[in-house]
């Protein structure tokens, strides 16, 4: 299991129906029915990436989630490096970095290293070493110019960049990014691609999972691929072993021929 | 990790999240001079007010040299204390809801109830200011009495206080963390409190058995206490009931609205709405 950074075994997540009118106030708290997760289990080795692909509402923003101990799984075990996200949620943490795609995600008054400087000592980081770790990250994140500017008069990539470097101020040994390019351009979202597959693939050997809807990302940086379909794990292989299992040279086709297989009844 | 080691870094962080405040409200200058004058024209407000009010139980009701004016500018500086402490924690839950930070806040090592005890540190302190730019202009230009003032003492009412207004705030964060919007928490006990708790008039013009209401309310205790430490210059003996009734509030408060909020927190993160708004 220690050989793990991720592992999940029979992972189940169920919202509430969602009540409105006198029914909300009636019965404010209503019984977990909504099935999100099914039964999801999947192991990632240390330094792997892992992209979850699949339809808005197949379950992958709730995996991510349940991982960052932002959700509580219903049924099953979730574990980040060894650590279980309902029993141990603060040690999970230490271990993760998070960052998602929505670029109003910082203190906008705040400059670039007052807010990494916040969140590093949120992170149990000692002033000196937030200071010495924005150091190291300023070159390879290209945030020089940007430090000392409120968060405000940024670039939605240079947010993204940023949003980045916090995730990673604390050393975590997983990384979760949701959805990371959504809101960027497609030029910026290139960019951003290579830096991550430079920065955070190619240098620190950091294990990766991520969302995503854009599939040039997912063949860029994925070691291996998730599809989900109505919160079920309808498909788990490398790149290479689901273009051969659907025999089609592209990763969207692959896809396409899943989800056709998965209306069909047959995953 | 020790006890002490611990307690070394929350305090750390909660220095942090106060400085976040701090840096944010200093970014918006224009509203810290306008603060000022607000305070002025309330103090003002208060003032001419008093002119018309000459009531001989009234008077009865008030600590020896003083008069109306100086009852209802400490009953209303000190009575936004509640007001504050009502707010804080769900404001700053919302707001960090509304900006996209909470999951980001969230996933750090630090608590939420620590992010919410350190966001409430600012708005504390800018009350704090505020309760004394109201005395000061008081005492400027109304002849509000300064002199001879237990100011240990009022602190002191003042700290008690906050532990037990706190309670309050707590619990009026866990109701929003549950249900998202309205707030009957804060609407009930700031209704009731303004009602029994002695801001404009002394508890003792109440029928009676809204004067054991009032006695069931903390504010009463603070108001009482913080009158009698800058107003009647009372010794810290004399204002040992009203910390006592204080720190008594805050004991059975704190734990509670603690318990109360880790099952909503609990609640939140199962039913997937914690940054739902």
């Known amino acids: 299991m220690e050989n793990f950074a991720l592992s999940l075994e029979n992972v189940e997540k169920y919202f509430p129906a969602g009540t409105s009118g006198w029914r909300g106030f009636v019965y404010p708290v209503s019984q977990l029915t909504v099935p999100a997760l099914r039964g999801i289990s999947f192991d990632v080795k240390k330094g792997e990436t892992l992209a979850v692909v699949g339809a808005n509402g197949a379950g992958k923003s709730t995996l991510l989630r349940i991982l960052t101990t932002l959700l509580i799984p219903t049924r099953g075990r979730a574990q980040v490096c060894g650590f279980d996200v309902s029993r141990d949620p603060a040690k999970v943490r230490l271990q993760i970095g998070y960052h998602t795609g929505g670029d109003a995600c910082f203190y ?58 916090r995730a990673m101020m604390h050393r975590p040994s997983v990384l979760i990014l949701d959805e ?29 999972i991520f969302a995503s809807h854009t599939l040039t990302e997912v063949e860029q940086l994925a ?4 599809m989900l379909d109505g919160g079920r794990l309808v498909a788990w292989d490398t790149l290479h072993g689901i273009k051969s299992a659907t025999r089609v040279s592209s990763l969207e086709e692959s896809l396409e021929i899943l989800t056709r297989h998965i209306a069909r009844g047959k995953p | 990790m020790n006890d002490s080691l611990k307690l070394g870094i929350t305090l750390r962080k909660l220095m942090l999240i106060f400085r976040r405040d701090f840096t944010v409200a200093r970014s918006y200058r224009f509203a810290f001079v306008i603060n000022l004058f607000q305070a002025l024209f309330g103090t003002a407000s208060f003032y001419f007010l008093s002119r018309f009010i000459a009531s001989p139980t009234l008077q009865k009701s008030l600590p020896a040299g003083t008069n109306y004016f100086s009852f209802v500018l400490v009953g209303v500086a000190f009575f936004d204390y509640l007001s504050v402490a009502l707010s804080t924690f769900d404001s700053s839950l919302q707001e960090a809801r509304q900006n996209g930070t909470l999951e980001n806040l969230l996933v750090t090592q630090t608590s939420l109830p620590v992010i919410l005890a350190g966001s409430s540190l600012y708005p504390f302190a800018g009350m704090s200011l505020h309760t004394v730019v109201y005395l000061g202009w008081g005492a400027l230009l109304f002849g509000f009495p300064l002199q001879g003032a237990n100011w240990l003492g009022a602190v002191l009412v003042l700290a008690a206080s906050i532990l037990a207004f706190s309670g309050f705030g707590i619990l009026s964060a866990a109701y929003l963390l549950v249900f998202k919007r ?33 006695r069931l309310t903390p504010v009463t205790y603070s108001l009482e206490g913080m009158r009698a430490a800058i107003l009647g210059h009372a010794s810290l003996r004399e204002l040992l009931p009203s ?6 509030f805050a004991a059975i408060l704190l734990p509670v609205s603690f318990a109360i909020f880790s099952w909503a927190l609990r609640r939140a993160k199962t039913t997937g709405t914690l940054t739902h708004f």
């Open chain 2, 243 to 248: 910390i006592a009734g204080l720190f008594l």
């Open chain 1, 180 to 208: 990371p390019t959504r809101s960027l351009d497609p030029l910026a979202a290139a960019d951003f691609r290579k830096f991550l597959l430079r920065e955070i693939v190619g240098a620190h050997g950091t294990t990766m």
């Open chain 1, 223 to 226: 070691d291996k691929i998730a």
């Open chain 2, 182 to 214: 309205g707030n009957p928490v804060n609407w009930a006990i700031l209704g009731l409190s303004s009602v029994v708790g002695g801001m404009m008039y002394p508890v003792s013009v109440l029928p009676k058995w809204l004067q054991y209401v009032a």
């Open chain 1, 108 to 165: 906008s008054r705040l400059t670039a290293r007052e807010n990494l400087t916040l969140f590093a000592g949120l992170n149990n980081l000692s002033a000196r070493s937030a200071a010495q770790r924005i150091k190291e990250l300023t070159e390879p994140f290209h945030l020089g110019d940007l430090l000392d500017r409120q968060v405000r008069m940024l670039s939605t990539g240079n947010v993204h960049r940023l949003g980045l470097a």
